[in-house]
């Protein structure tokens, strides 16, 4: 009896330290900074790197579901082209102003990142970002979208409207284009030889 006990007992120690390893298991984030280093050595000289975060999921893929896995890195970047608010006042005029411009955030993630198959019964989740590679170091994520430059006059213009009435129209989350065309392309090469 005692020996089926000791068996057990460093079953379960065995089945717990493999669990909250893989929970716990921290993310190489030299590793996800050396493949950003390459997404960014690619992008057009007319572009830059807004913002960098570590930690983060791509945008979508968890939305009202809990999350307990890696973490990765996320990159704004930013082009030249502006974007524009459209915003309507009380008297119902529209309004155009140039707060934002071009933005394409990525995400690369440790390569055993996944989403969920529960996402798909959440409803109204947003359009997720999409997997635009995947190799042996890194899965990488993208979205098209806008980087608003000046978030206090953005606040100061909303905090005015009776109602929120206003569109982001030409954002690329909209449209889907952005002024450096063959991005998809560019980073898949660029990461073409981390396979």
Known sequence: MKTFQLKYVALIAMISFYAVGVVMADTDYGSLKRISDKVVANMPNTWRVVEQKTGVIPYGHYDGLKYEGPGGLALVLEGGRIVFFHWKDKNGTWHREPLAKESLEIWIMPPEYHQSWKRFFVMKSPVPAEM???GKAAKVYAY????????EKFDEIVSSLPTVTTSWPDSPYHTGRLSWTTWREDISRALGDEH
Do not use: G, Q
């Open 144 to 151: 098209p979208t806008h980087h608003i430059a000046s978030i």
């Open 132 to 134: 635009i590679y995947e």
